[in-house]
């Protein structure tokens, strides 16, 4: 439950580390801000607060124009932490309901439709669909402020293949017509450009130099103050670069795509990339208490990585040898498989890098074996999304699926007892038992990491 009283001072101060865990609804203007939004605060006795955009959407409220609710960070707190919903949001988030229909998700749950509906009502307060269509709509919103992309562009890029039905949902739950928010004209040649916000601190330095560590040349590119790649997602390919802008609490990031369909799950898998959607603030405060003794890096993220296929991909090649070692099989695969792109390389596919013998790659015969395994089992679809089923298949052990699954799905919740780095480090925790950092242990993993890294001048994640 919220804190009147927490957000009452956050709110009148501005402070960014609330940004995105709650928004203020004003009943005089019946619209919703964000706690950083820079309009005259109003009186408390004309303010109620809601734990997220939707919940002040279900209530009758809609979004300011100054503040603009849909660029804050989303905050993951008000989803709850029962599986299944966690999971129902996540695949609604991919794009579920825009290309297939409500019975098919739950048959990917595993659960009936009434149970899914009364969970949502319960938990987030409106049907599965309603909750689809508000994050299209402000997706869409968000396109229509800081774009220049024609309005039908922009619900094609929102998931919606209709420009009525567009216009229509956006009204219900945006309460304007999407032309009215529209305040700008441009050409259509002009960069796509997004801005993605995250509450402070952030620690770039540690997450570009992780990062930049193992950046494989082709496919990715770091500099100061910059991350970039190319990407897939399905038949879409193309490549963004991540300006942090500290100042602004933000990364400004260019897009290049050519399929614009993709466009919102490819964003969503930016933010999870560059793990803009962490409370550091809440982790650093539990890990505190769980490991009184560790000091802690503030505003530390998770180095994501595009896909978890990709991230198994890596700690396979990782397996038992340096991160040096790891970096150039990995960039001699992508060289050798990865489809050209521009002037770089996508990461190859799992059909391809399956119907490849990997002679190639200088490893023993049964790493290659179960990395052809691996790939053949993804490209059938029988590898699911959530790494831990990996063990099942021979040659891959627990570091391996934990490792994919920190970087290639965010998990917050992975210990990597076993990892080298982690094995160095473990003195500093002094008689802190790791389990009590849970559910937030892949940011401690993270911390003896940056540890290890400050004492060997690396960081280095080997099993």
């Not at 439950?1 to 709110?11: T, V």
């Not at 945006?174 to 259509?188: C, D, Q, S």
């Not at 993605?196 to 990715?220: K, S």
Request: charge should be positive; aromatic fraction near 8%; hydrophobic fraction near 40%.
């Amino acid at each position: 439950m919220l804190d009147p009283d927490l957000c009452r001072r956050a709110r009148l101060a501005r402070d960014a580390r609330f940004d995105g865990r709650f928004v203020t609804a004003v009943l005089t203007t019946g619209i919703y801000c964000r706690p950083i939004c820079p309009a005259t605060p109003p009186r408390e006795r004309n303010v109620r607060y809601y734990e997220s955009a939707l919940a002040a959407a279900a209530a009758g409220f809609r979004p300011c124009l100054r503040c603009r609710p849909d660029s804050a960070p989303d905050s993951p707190g008000w989803r709850g932490t029962q599986t299944t919903l966690e999971r129902a949001l996540h695949l609604i988030d991919e794009g579920a309901l825009e290309t297939g229909s409500l019975g098919t998700l739950c048959e990917r749950l595993g659960i009936g439709e009434r149970y899914l509906r009364r969970l949502f009502q319960e938990r987030v307060g409106v049907s599965p669909k309603s909750y689809a269509l508000h994050r299209q709509c402000l997706f869409a919103k968000q396109l229509l402020h800081q774009t220049c992309l024609p309005i039908t562009e922009v619900a094609y890029a929102s998931g919606f293949r209709s420009l009525r039905r567009f216009n229509d949902a956006f009204r219900r739950h945006i309460g304007r017509a999407p032309r009215e928010l529209r305040r700008r004209a441009g050409t259509p040649d002009e960069a796509l450009t997004l801005t993605l916000a995250y509450r402070p601190p952030y620690a770039w330095a540690a997450l570009r130099d992780f990062l930049a560590g193992r950046a494989i040349d082709g496919l990715e590119w770091v500099g100061e103050g910059h991350y970039g790649r190319t990407l897939r997602r399905g038949e879409a390919r193309g490549h963004f670069t991540a300006e942090h802008c500290p100042e602004h609490h933000a990364f400004r990031v260019r897009l290049a795509l050519d399929d614009l369909s993709a466009l919102a799950p490819v964003v969503r898998r930016i933010r999870r990339l560059l793990d803009l959607d962490a409370d550091t603030a809440t982790i650093e405060a539990h890990l505190h208490q769980a490991a009184p003794s560790l000091p802690l890096i503030e505003g530390l993220r998770l180095p994501g990585t595009w896909s978890p296929f990709e991230a198994g991909v890596r700690a396979l090649l990782g397996q038992q040898i340096s991160v040096t070692a790891a970096r150039r099989l990995v960039e001699t695969l992508v060289t050798t498989l990865g489809e050209p792109l521009a002037n770089h390389r996508c990461f190859p596919t799992p059909e391809v890098i399956a119907a490849s013998d990997l002679a190639f790659l200088g490893m023993p015969e049964s790493r290659r074996a179960t990395l052809r395994r691996f790939a053949a089992w993804y490209a059938a679809g029988e590898a699911g999304d959530d790494p831990a089923a990996w063990t099942t298949l021979k040659g891959i052990g627990l570091w391996t699926a934990h490792y994919a699954a920190l970087r290639g799905t965010g998990h917050p919740d992975i210990w990597l007892a076993g990892d080298a780095g982690v094995r160095r480090a473990l003195p500093r925790l002094g008689d802190a038992d790791p389990t009590a950092a849970a559910p937030w242990r892949s940011y401690l993993t993270l911390q003896l990491w940056c540890h290890d890294r400050v004492s060997r001048t690396t960081m280095e994640p080997t099993p």
